[in-house]
Structures are given as C-alpha cells and as structure tokens.
C-alpha cells in the first residue's frame, strides 16, 4: 500500500470515528480563527476547529515568516495569542505585537530594565512605568480592546491592544512587598474580570486574584490554603503552618460561561519536602478548585495529592472538555497529576467520573504522611514508578526508591522516579476523543536538611551520568477508558506540549529544534521542520482565508501556511554529553563536605553536605599531586571508580593526596559513601 493510500485510508477510519465520539455541545467556543487564549480557547483544549491543514496537506507546509532578534531568546514555555490580526506574545522584558500575517512588529512594552532586543521593524516602545518587573514567560490575555500581563513582581497590567500603551497597574501581592511573589502563568479573562494565580513556593501562600478589567480594581481573591473560617482549615495544624503553607498557582486557569465558574489547579506545600510541622491534608495544596466567577466563592475542590511532601504540584493547567461516560456526554476536566495519572471530574460537581479508589503508599511517621492517595481505577499512568528504574542501568552507589517515598535527612543516597508530568499544557481532540499529554521522565535525587525549609533542586548535577537518564514522553489518552492510545517517548527532553486541529493533526515543538506534526489517531509522525531551537507550545489561525501554524523558538517567532518557501534554520548544537556536568574549578585542593545553598525563592538558606565533594569538578596539569581534606564529621575513604588508587581513610582535619601524572579524566567515589562522586581532569 503506497503512502498516499494509507493515508487516506487512516483519514477514513479517523473521521468515522469522529463521528462517533464528537459531541455536539462545547464546553467553551472552540478555537478558529483567532487563537484568544494561550490554551486556544477558555478551556484550555489547545484545539482548534481549522482544517486546512491535514495529513494530505501537510507535505506542502512550509515556513511563511520568521519574526526575529528577540534577545533575550523566548522562553520555550512561551504561547502566543492571536486576535484582531495581530499576535501577542512575552518574553522577558518585553511584551510583543506582531502582524499575523507578515511578523513584522507591531509595538513593543518593555516592562523590566535591561537590554531587550525591540524585534525587526519595531515602531519605538511605548513608556513603560517604573519599577516593573518582567512579564511571565508563558503569555497574555486580550480582551475589551486591552492585553492582560503578569509581571514576576505580583503585578498584573493592562495595555492597549493597538498601540501597547500602559492602561493600568495594579500590585496584587502581600505587604510588604518581599521577593519572590510572582505572577508568572497567563491572566484569564471571563465576562468583565481578569484573573490571575499568584506564586508562593517562598513562604507565601498561593492565591487566584481577579480585577476588574477596565479599572484593575480588585473584585476578589481566594486563597488556595484554607483560611481561618474556611471549614477545610481544619486540614492544617494550629501552629501557623497555614501562614506560609505553599499552594502557588503557577498557571492559566479555565473558565466555563454555562457554569459562570473558573477552575485553577493548585501548587505544592512549603516547606517543599517537610511534611512533619504540618500534620493533615492541608487543603487546598495540589488541588482542583472550582470558583464562581463573579464572587471567587469556592463551589467545590479535589485534592489529588493529600499533604504533598514530593513538590508534587498540579503543573499543567485544567482542561475542560465534553467526555463520554457510560454511553453519553459529561460536562468534564481533566487535572494530570505530575506522577502520571490523569483524573477525570465531573465539572459541575467535582466527583471522579469513573471510579477513584484509596491505596496505601509509601509511609514515614516523621515526616506525617497520608496513610493513602487516590487512584483512578483502570487507567495508565504515564510515568513508570521504580520497578522499571531498577531494570534500567542506573547511577552506582545510589537506591532507587518509588513515588512516595519521603526525602530523608537519614537516608540520603536514594534516587526517586521525577514527579515529571509538568509545564507542558495539555490538548484534547473531539475528533479522536484523546487528550494528549507531555511530560519527562526520569530520577530525582530529592535532598533533605536539617533545616526543614531548605529546598535545593541542583543535587541532580552531582549524579554521573544523570543527565542521560532523563527523556520527554508524549502520551494520546483516551478519555473513555483513561487508557494510554499510544506513545512516544524524545531525546534529549520534554516536547512543548501539543496542539490538535480538527485537520487531525497533532503539532509540537521539541527540544532538539523540531516543529512536528502527527497523525492524532495513530501517532505516526507525518511533517517535521528545523526551527533552530526548542520551541514553546505551537497554536494556529486564520488570515484571508489561509491556516498558519505559528510557534516561538529561541530568538524568533516562526508561522507556517501551505505553499510556504522559508528554508529551516540549522539545528541547535548539542553540548557533549559528559557523565559529570557542573563548573569545573582549576584547584589541587578539595575539600569532602561542601556548602550547600538552596533555591532562595526570598533569602538563601545553607547547610553543610556531608556527602559533597568541593569542587565536585577539579581540574590540573599533570605531574600535580592533588589533596582531599576531611572538613567533615565522619570518616572518608577517597577511592578511585575504577579503583586503581586511594587516599587511605581520612578521618575528620586529616588530609591526603594522590599525584596524577598522565592525562585524563578520573572519576572518585567515597568508600563510605558510595553515592558521593567527583572528577579529576587532568591536563
């Protein structure tokens, strides 16, 4: 069978069954000509009903434009918003107007100092206030003539839609103003309001703020850890956690007008991996909450993760869409969990549409774990837990342990699956009845200290061979069954996140440069383009009659249309990939334990690591001798991987020294301690 023929075949076979799963009602006015919404529509399907563009068509998809000399480069989580002709999209420092149709720039509003390049063919920017901090990096919102911007300061501004004027500018964080607090996902507009989550992995609390969008007077927040006078407070301690207990909304809500509710999915508590100074559920941490939109009054919340010790926040934002239960159509969204599971409620009434049912997990009396977590009963989790990690070559001298297993000051050496299922939105197609979801997978060395509000994501660095563990999965499940349809796993890292057309497509961009389209059904891949770097999530729309694909990558901003002639970039060059990574220190002297400094989200906090070579990465000329010093507690016997030679056991002040004569690289471990590694180059 020739590839045409199977292609038209497979479109056959699609479209019947489209016409089996589509319902008849939207849950939102779906994506067409204009792309509104970061997530396309108010629901956040990423899906959009333009057709031009499919399986038949797609060989003939080439470059239209490319709008360049964004400097810095684009996030790769940036999204664009089309609307009125023009696309609109963030990029620190700046918020950018193209032309839809030529790239060229519209306006520019820079809103942080520092350099920023304006874009070819920008008109001068207008003024922009003072003190401003950057705008968030996935994107706006554009409604009543004005584009809606978060700012990494807690700040949410208005501008003029045609000319990038500043309209208004409202703080919308806590006093005193403290580092830290950031607006940094997408506002949502719904019927005369904007909202906004606001960040707290910094001793703040989370919350969903909503203004008024003419004046930026504020309408209503709702907290997203339960209040005093909240009957859910009762799932924090009496100590005060529930001050500085976590719960940041990172990401775009949605917003269903039948139901006048918005829906945000919640954040991870503080301290991140501490669990033992707040006891309980402590609601409302990793959480869908459904609000009334014009009061902020809670209508109902689920809790996917109950007193979240992991950082195990609902990364992706809500999606909502039309599922099919028992044989007919149910107002539904989905909530992906970032172990993998993708639970499936009820948006009227935030039940589980198919069976949930309470597993015991892994315990840890200190830390006052839940005794168990929900599950949803028959699915597919995305994500594989330990079983398959311990069949995999993984680093030496550490444990591979499983999800939910507690961060130990006692057990340090141990290796968990990522909670991985983050960032990338999610899509969901009619047409097939999927929701497409991305995420990476991978191990986490999750550290604790003594100091239960040190939290320190970098301890990953220090793991030979970490680096090549990791890689982006995207996964098409179907929503009648929560079972996975098929999956594809990339190299080196996590795809953009998709958009699906009703030309039953599936486009992303991925992190070695490529912009891709799949068949939504099957996920064979059918057209790929070289755009010069990893992209943020693709969207399309409509110009005198003609879909374009459109996607930001690194310095440019990239459209697509049939007949287009553009020739690709060259692809990004990838750095050799070393066991070891990290700076790389010129010294003959190291040291056995080493000063750990942690995220510092509004202040550093440190703790000595008894288990971390500094530097981690020496480097001399041949001939020199190199010496360890134990400024630790505990005995260190420094070995050679491959154990050639030794420094003899060095108790605590004493020192020893091995000379190094021939060129090369050595990697050492701590006999003791077999997880503490470090690397000699010698020159």
Not at 491 to 518: I, V
Request: aromatic share 10%; charged share 20%; net charge neutral.
């Amino acid at each position: 069978m020739s590839t045409h023929t199977r292609a038209l075949v497979t479109m056959a076979a699609i479209l019947a069954m489209a016409a089996a799963v589509r319902t008849d009602d939207a849950p939102v006015k779906r994506a067409s000509k204009e792309w509104t919404t970061v997530g396309g529509d108010a629901g956040n399907t990423h899906y959009s009903s333009l057709s031009q563009i499919t399986a038949q068509t797609v060989t003939r998809l080439g470059a239209a434009w490319m709008s360049d000399a964004f400097e810095p480069p684009l996030s790769s989580r940036a999204m664009v918003v089309v609307k009125d002709g023009l696309i609109f999209i963030s990029g620190p420092p700046a918020v950018y107007a193209l032309d839809a149709k030529t790239g060229k720039t519209a306006w520019r509003f820079q809103t942080a100092p520092a350099g920023g390049g304006r874009g070819r063919g920008a008109p001068a920017a207008p003024a922009s206030a003072p003190a401003m901090g950057s705008p968030a990096r996935e994107g706006v919102v554009v409604a009543e003539g004005m584009v809606f911007v978060g700012l990494s300061d807690a700040r949410l501004i208005a501008l003029d839609e045609k000319t990038g004027a500043l309209k208004w500018n409202q703080y919308i964080g806590d006093t005193p103003r403290d580092k830290g607090q950031v607006a940094s996902g997408a506002p949502m507009y719904a019927d005369g309001l904007v909202s906004i989550g606001l960040s707290a992995d910094n001793g703040w609390r989370g919350r969903i703020v909503t203004l008024d969008a003419k004046t930026g007077k504020k309408a209503w927040e709702f907290s997203t850890v339960a209040m005093p006078g909240d009957k859910a407070h009762g799932s924090w301690p009496d100590n005060g956690a529930w001050k500085y207990g976590g719960g940041a909304v990172w990401l775009v809500g949605a917003f269903d007008p039948d139901l006048d509710t918005l829906y945000y999915v919640t954040g991870n508590g503080v301290p991140q991996l501490s669990g033992e100074g707040r006891p309980g559920d402590n609601l409302y941490l990793c959480s869908v909450v459904a609000l009334e939109a014009k009061t902020g009054k809670l209508k109902w919340h689920y809790q996917v993760i109950r007193h979240d010790i992991w950082e195990a926040d609902i990364a992706i934002s809500p999606l909502l869409y039309d599922a099919q239960v028992d044989g007919r159509a149910r107002k539904a969204i989905g909530a992906m969990r970032a172990d993998g599971y993708l639970f499936q409620l009820d948006r009227e009434t935030g039940k589980p549409l198919t069976k949930v049912e309470d597993r015991p997990v892994l315990q840890d009396a200190f830390q006052k774990t839940a005794a168990t977590q929900p599950f949803p009963v028959g699915a597919d989790r995305v994500l594989d837990d330990c079983e398959a990690w311990r069949k995999q070559a993984t680093p030496k001298g550490f444990e591979i342990g499983c999800f939910y297993q507690a961060a130990s000051v006692q057990k340090p050496d141990v290796l968990a699956p990522a909670w991985g299922m983050r960032v990338a939105p999610m899509s969901f197609s009619p047409d097939t009845g999927y929701v497409y979801v991305t995420g990476a997978a991978g191990l986490a060395w999750l550290r604790r200290a003594e100091d239960p509000a040190f939290f320190s994501t970098t301890f990953n660095q220090r793991v030979p061979g970490m680096n090549a563990l990791g890689f982006g999965v995207v996964a098409a499940i179907d929503t009648r069954t929560n079972r996975i349809a098929w999956k594809k796993e990339y190299r080196p890292g996590r795809p953009s996140g998709a958009l699906t057309t009703a030309g039953l497509l599936l486009f992303q961009s991925n992190g070695d440069g490529m912009l891709e389209a799949y068949d939504a059904k099957s996920g064979e891949r059918v057209w790929q383009f070289q755009m010069g770097a990893a992209g943020g999530p693709p969207a399309t729309y409509d110009v005198d009659g003609e879909q374009y694909v459109v996607a930001a990558a690194g310095r440019n901003v990239w459209a697509f249309r049939l007949g287009g002639t553009m020739p690709p970039a060259s692809a990004p060059t990838r750095p050799p990939q070393d066991r070891f990574v990290g700076a790389i220190t010129d010294t003959a002297q190291i040291e056995t334990a080493a000063l750990q400094r942690d995220a510092g989200f509004t202040g550093f906090r440190y703790f000595t690591d008894e288990f971390g070579f500094a530097p981690y990465r020496a480097r001399v000329k041949a001939g020199t001798e190199v010496t360890w010093r134990n400024n630790g507690r505990m005995p260190h016997t420094i070995v050679a991987e491959d154990g050639s030679w030794t420094t003899g056991t060095l108790n605590p002040i004493e020192v020893g020294g091995v000379k190094f004569d021939k060129p090369g690289t050595y990697a050492y471990t701590c006999k003791e301690h077999p997880w503490a590694w470090g690397q000699i180059i010698v020159e």
